[in-house]
């Protein structure tokens, strides 16, 4: 047997939606992969779908106990159902590649002792940013202290509705719906529009950025579902736009905190023109200043390309070596800082609610009210789950103290 015949990757896939679907193309207009599908497990069989019936199975346990599948490829949506695949298949020495932020960012601490423990790899680049290659980098170029922060839009999908607001006029539902037929949107969309997505994806950067996993629960994200025309207005006149954005960043050498909000950008930043379904993400750090990826973050070929980069990776069996969690002093999660937030507001009593450090700027009109001002992170924390009950909408200035 020749070494690459023995290195073949002989695949389990899991999952033929949106990415499945993407990868299952990929592969084969890819000659170099040397990698094939040999099973694909799904949930409902009868569905129509453009695969071999034969290779379709409803039974897990045909991907997971087959000797000959050295590589378990999981591309479900439901979180719970993909950490007992992911979990068993490790358990089973199988490698695994998966794309579910949700699942890796509420279980990634046992996933990475199950990978030492039975000498395999869970490889997940395409869990975020699409493809951009972002963990990689973060795992192999950023090894050293000198990383700062990481900024970004980090979910195409609001991205998307909220190009589609400001560019073309559409209103919030439609471009919702839109992003959802193009394959874009979890099927939950509030996981994109409410900041879910950004913020496991946030939680997976900053392990490898930072070498800190910090609980989904302890992390604050508010997200875009609120916008109404009053703030596009606003947004407007100040020649900005909004931009939902997820940032990891130090407070200190100790300590680093970490947030998804949306911003008002301005023209001279990066994400300024990052549009429809594209991320970027500005990674900053001592003595370099600033770098800045830019690249498609949603949709069937961009993921299902990050899924392959994922598969041929293990063919020359690449894993992550958790360098900063493992070789470096873990910094602390705070939620000691303070941001500067433009809140509108429609009543006084939800007004109320929020207590400002100080406000610079108060605004009262016929059709809206909002205010300008500071506010600790963790009195938004504290106070997520009423917000999203409120007639109000918080977008981040930028100043952070
Ligand atoms: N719903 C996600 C997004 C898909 O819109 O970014 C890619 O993770």
């Known amino acids: 047997m020749t070494t690459e015949k023995k290195n073949k990757l002989i695949i389990g896939l899991f999952g033929f939606g949106v990415v499945g679907q993407g990868l299952y193309k990929v592969l084969q207009e890819v000659q170099t992969a040397d990698a ?201 006149e100040k020649s900005k736009k909004i931009k939902l954005v997820a940032q990891v960043s130090k407070v200190n050498g100790k300590k680093f905190t970490m947030f998804v909000l949306p911003k008002l950008v301005s023209d001279d930043e990066y994400i300024y023109n990052v549009e429809e379904e594209y991320n970027g993400v500005i990674i900053e750090g001592q003595f370099y200043d600033k770098q800045f990826m830019f690249g498609k973050g949603a949709g069937a070929f961009p993921t299902g390309s990050a899924v392959l980069s994922d598969i041929t990776a293990r063919k020359h069996s690449y894993r992550y070596e958790y360098k900063k969690l493992n070789f470096f002093a873990s910094p602390v999660y705070t939620r000691d800082i303070t941001v500067e937030v433009y809140l509108r507001y429609h009543d006084l009593v939800d007004l109320s609610h929020f207590d400002f450090e100080s406000v610079s700027e108060k605004y009262t009109g016929p059709a809206y ?33």
Request: hydrophobic share 40%; net charge negative.
């Open 36 to 236: 094939v599908i040999k099973s694909v497990c799904v949930k409902h069989k009868d569905k129509p779908r453009s695969i071999d019936s034969s290779l379709i199975t409803l039974n897990p346990d045909d991907l997971l106990n087959d000797p000959e599948i050295n590589l378990i490829v999981e591309l479900i949506d439901d979180a719970d159902a993909a950490y007992h695949l992911v979990k068993t298949a490790l358990m089973n020495g199988k490698s695994v590649v998966s794309g579910n932020k949700n699942m890796l960012a509420h279980h990634l601490s046992e996933l990475i002792g199950l990978q030492r423990e039975y000498g395999v790899a869970l490889l997940y680049d395409a869990s975020a940013c699409g493809s951009i290659p972002v963990i990689r980098n973060l795992e192999e170029y950023y090894d050293n202290d000198l990383l700062q922060s990481i900024t970004g839009i980090l979910n195409g999908s609001s991205n998307f509705i909220l190009t589609r607001i400001f560019q073309q006029g559409w209103n919030y539902n439609d471009a919702l719906k839109h992003a959802q037929k193009l394959g874009f949107a979890e099927s939950n969309p509030s996981f994109d529009v409410d900041g879910f997505d950004s913020m496991f994806k946030l939680i997976i950067l900053a392990l490898h950025g930072f070498g800190t996993l910090v609980d989904p629960e302890e992390v604050f994200h508010y997200g875009i579902s609120t916008v109404s025309d009053h703030d596009i207005l606003y947004a407007r």
């Open 369 to 401: 009210n909002y205010v300008i001002g500071k506010i600790k992170l963790d009195t938004l924390h504290k106070m997520k789950n009423l917000i999203r009950k409120l007639n109000v909408f918080i977008a981040w200035t930028g100043k952070i103290d």
